[in-house]
Structure formats: structure tokens, C-alpha cells
């Protein structure tokens, strides 16, 4: 393929959220696999203020390494800002500095948006994109507001049938300063309903950054004022005893019903009381069994509801939904995202290499149904 009939891609990571680091250790993982026969790659950094920067698309300098996590001031070039700008019919990237900038540069065919948590997996980056008239890949406005909302996130599910755990929402009203104590009581007194132990998280969090096991009343304040740093709202779940099943999906190609990968079995590091951050990026001993060793029957309940969760919260383009797989053999949803981590230690890629789909193809595949989409709203 000659040089102008690339696909002009720009690659967006890093971000405001707390998952900067994993973001650009996604971008690493993507940058180092795409199909440079067919795409021309524009990467494109959002620095922790919310500067969008021109970057070096050197995967190496993106990756999780021993030492410091990755990020986007680390590897911008200096003094190369980007803008997403309205343009008629399409929108375009300027890309403005003091570096030789080639014509036309900005004017990408479509946007990768490698992000997490919020700013980015959240509806946010996505309404921008439409506001401009920019192509994008993966989930819409909707989806990715609720896919990161998990109250919504399980509103959506339970509406659709779908199997989800017991959970108690503390929000700002109920908790924050001013909040009535007969309001404060009566969530506690809701929360002690779930039993013990309960997970305490932000609703719109990842990583599980923000997110206490709590074994008793005595740290459930805590738990909740530490959730309470990342969003004012809060989740407050009955702890389900199983095992951590994940399953990859994809958009149907052509437009057709989602696919799922195979599903595989999160074993978590010893040294983690559960998948905490640790045991999600710097655990050397977090692996995962692929396909998970559960019952043929169990495994097939997961591919379906995997794919009944990315159709009930109407994602687009890919997802990876999480599961629990309980010692007497019930299947319940943990949550779905709508931009799975796709670092080297992450489900996604693992899952679906295993299904036969390669890191190239999986990225070919995730960008050739943003081409299909028009720009602006879907
Ligand atoms: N209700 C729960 N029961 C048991 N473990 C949980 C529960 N909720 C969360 N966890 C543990 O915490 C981890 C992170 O929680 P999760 O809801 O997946 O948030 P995140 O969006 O940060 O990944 C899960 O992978 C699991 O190990
Ligand atoms: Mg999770």
C-alpha cells in the first residue's frame, strides 16, 4: 500500500484520570503491535492537566517498567500542542509548535481513544469527538457513561435480566458535609443488610484505585471517605466469594451480534487480598488461565452474557466484562468496561490471542468498525 493510502490514526492515551500510567502503558502495548503497512499513527498524549500533546509513539518508553510508571509528560515533544477543531463536514486535529509539522498532518481518518477511567472511558472524550466531527473508535457517549457509572452500569444490567450482586449507592446527599445524620444512619444501616465483608468503591473509578475490602462496621467510614477522594458518589457491594472470570468482546464484524473471546480465569497474586492495583499492574504472580478451567456450560453462560452486557448498555467496539464465578456454580456480572486495559499484563489481548485473534488483527479489527460508523453522533 503506497504511503498516502494509509489509514491516518491517532492514537489518544494517558489522560486526567487516575489511570494515566495504565493508559500509556496500553498505548505502548498498541503502539508496538498496528499494522504500520496501513496505518500512518499520530500519537497523541493528554497530559495529566488535560493538555493534549504530540508524543514520541516509542512503545519501550510507554511500557511499566520496574521503576517509574510511564507518562505523557515523559514522552511529549516539547512544546507540540494539539486541538481538536470543528472543521466542516469533518473535524481535524491542529497540531501547532515550534517541531516541522507536515501538512495535513492533524486531519485523521479516525481516533483511537486508548483511555481510562474518567475523561476518556467516559462518554466525555466521546462527546467532544462528536461535537467536532471526529471518527472515533470503541464506545459512544452513552455506553461509555454508563459502562463507567457502576450504579448505572448495574441499573442497565438488572433491566435486561442480567445476573449483578447486591450494592448500596452513597452519594454526596447522604454522606458529604451538610448530609442529615437520620441520612448518614439510614445508609449505614442499609450497608449492614449487605452482610460482611462489603467492597467499598468510587462508581466511576478503575484500577481499583479507591476500592477497600471491609471486614466490619469499625473501617466502613474510612473505606467510604477514602472512595469518596475519587467520586463523590460511592458503591458500597456485598463481597461475592468465586473466582474472577473476564470475557473479551468485540463488535459483530459487518455490524452483526457482538463476539466474545474465550473466557479466562484471573489467578490473583498471593501477596494481594484481591485485584487491587498492585495485583492488576506490578504483580509479576497475577496470571491468568486461558480458557478459564471452569465447566463447558458455565464458560459458554459467560460468552453470552458477556455479550448480552455489551448489548444492554449499547456498547460499540469493544469490551471486556467481568465476572464471578461462585464455589456453588452461579454466574454473576462485576462490571463491563468499555476500553479494557490492553497493557501487556491485561485480559483483553490475552483473550483474544488465545480466541485467534492476534494484537495486529485485534487493533485492525477495533479501527475497521470505527470506519464503518459516520462522524459526529452515531
Ligand atoms: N462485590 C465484590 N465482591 C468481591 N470482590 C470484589 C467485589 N467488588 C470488587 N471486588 C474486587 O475488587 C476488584 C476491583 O473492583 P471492580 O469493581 O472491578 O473495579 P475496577 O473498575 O476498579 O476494576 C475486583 O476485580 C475484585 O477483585
Ligand atoms: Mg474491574
Redesign the pocket.
Known sequence: MSERHKIRVAVVFGGRSTEHAVSCASAGLVLGAIDRERYDVVPIGIARDGRWLLTSADPARLAIGSGELPSVEAVATPGVCVTPRTGLGTGTLVVTGPAEIPPGFGDVDVVLPLLHGPYGEDGTLQGLLEMTGIRYAGAGVLASAAGMD?EYMKILFAARGLPV?RYVVVRDRDWGAGAPAAERKRVLDEIAELGWPV?V?PAR?????G?T?VSGLADLEAAIEDARQYDRKVLV????EGA?IECAVLEGADGGPPEASLPGQVV?DPHSE???FAAKYLGAQTTMIIPAPIPGAAAERVRQLACAAFDAISCEGLARV?F?YTPGGEILI??I?TMPGMTPASGFPMMWAASGLPLPELIDRIITSALRKPAGPR
Open positions: 457502576k450482586g467492597f468503591k473509578g478503575g484500577s481499583s484505585i476500592t475490602r457491594e456485598a463481597a461475592i474472577e490473583i484481591f485485584y487491587d467481568d464471578f462485576n462490571e468496561n
